[in-house]
């Protein structure tokens, strides 16, 4: 695979979260009493510090030692439709400087999980991430106390879910589903689906958590196989759409 010509400090990473929000009866009269105007970008600022991953507190001498991620920016739709939407996305630059340290993908979708879940009700469908492979370190050994982890879970909480991979893969697709499933170490299945380079799995659960950690086990895999570029790796409740398809 051809290796990325981006200078590291300026790659970014994306991570989106997928459902549909029902907002608190409340929120509405909770924010005019105590005069809040609160926003994904503004949430997810308030949680990342609170969790001590990344601040946006500018002064000299007080940059946060070890940080995660810069922000770069952050969004989200809440329309009251009840459809599917892109919820929350949270775009960062992720800490170069950290030793072994995973890109922050369960972080960043623990931030907005938190944020959505202040405000309402989230029935979670996907979870969407952009990263630089380039930038992440091997998470192998990791991925065995994360395989336990999810062996935790109760039996009749296994369900299926489907990755979809666009970027830079190519010949090495095949490769990519056996290391997905060796990576799991026995908590998940993987099988091709259509002509595209997606796998449907099984999965332990369907948690934000669940859906981060397999965004995770598809990164390394992508990783080990030769990946250098920026790909787009997307967990849906449902299967991917065929190529030039359209939503029912």
């Given at each position: ?5 981006e ?6 990473m994306?991570?989106?979260?997928h ?15 105590h ?5 994904l970008?503004?949430?997810a600022?308030?949680r990342?510090?609170?969790?001590g991953w990344?601040s946006t507190r ?11 991620w810069g922000h ?9 439709d ?9 775009t ?10 995973h ?7 623990r931030?907005?999980?938190d944020?959505?879940g ?11 991430v952009?990263v630089?492979?380039?930038?992440a ?9 994360d395989a ?5 879970a109760?039996p009749?909480?296994r ?11 190519g010949t ?9 499933v060796?990576r799991?170490?026995g ?5 091709a ?9 099984a999965l332990p659960e369907w948690?934000?958590d ?10 390394d895999a992508?990783?080990a196989v030769?990946?250098r570029?920026?790909?787009?790796i997307a967990i849906?409740?449902?299967p ?8 029912a």
């Amino acid at each position: 695979m051809g290796t990325s010509t981006e200078d590291p400090v300026d790659l970014t990473m994306t991570a989106e979260v997928h459902g549909v929000l029902r907002e608190h009866a409340w929120i509405g009269q909770v924010s005019a009493d105590h005069d809040l105007d609160e926003d994904l970008f503004s949430l997810a600022v308030k949680r990342a510090a609170a969790y001590g991953w990344s601040s946006t507190r500018f002064s000299a001498g007080t940059e946060l030692g070890g940080q995660r991620w810069g922000h770069a920016d952050a969004g989200g739709d809440w329309s009251r439709d009840g459809r599917v939407r892109r919820l929350a996305w949270l775009t960062v630059y992720p800490a170069t400087g950290l030793h072994e340290q995973h890109l922050p993908v369960l972080p960043l979708t623990r931030v907005m999980v938190d944020s959505l879940g202040r405000v309402g009700e989230l029935d979670f469908t996907g979870l969407t991430v952009r990263v630089p492979v380039q930038l992440a370190p091997d998470t192998r050994f990791d991925l065995v106390g994360d395989a336990d982890w999810f062996a935790l879970a109760a039996p009749d909480a296994r369900t299926e879910a489907f990755v979809s991979v666009v970027g830079p893969v190519g010949t090495v697709a095949e490769r990519v589903r056996e290391l997905v499933v060796q990576r799991g170490h026995g908590q998940l299945r993987a099988g091709a689906h259509d002509d595209r380079t997606a796998f449907a799995c099984a999965l332990p659960e369907w948690t934000p958590d669940a859906a981060a950690w397999l965004a995770e086990i598809c990164i390394d895999a992508l990783r080990a196989v030769g990946v250098r570029d920026t790909v787009e790796i997307a967990i849906a409740r449902t299967p991917p759409l065929p190529a030039g398809g359209t939503p029912a």
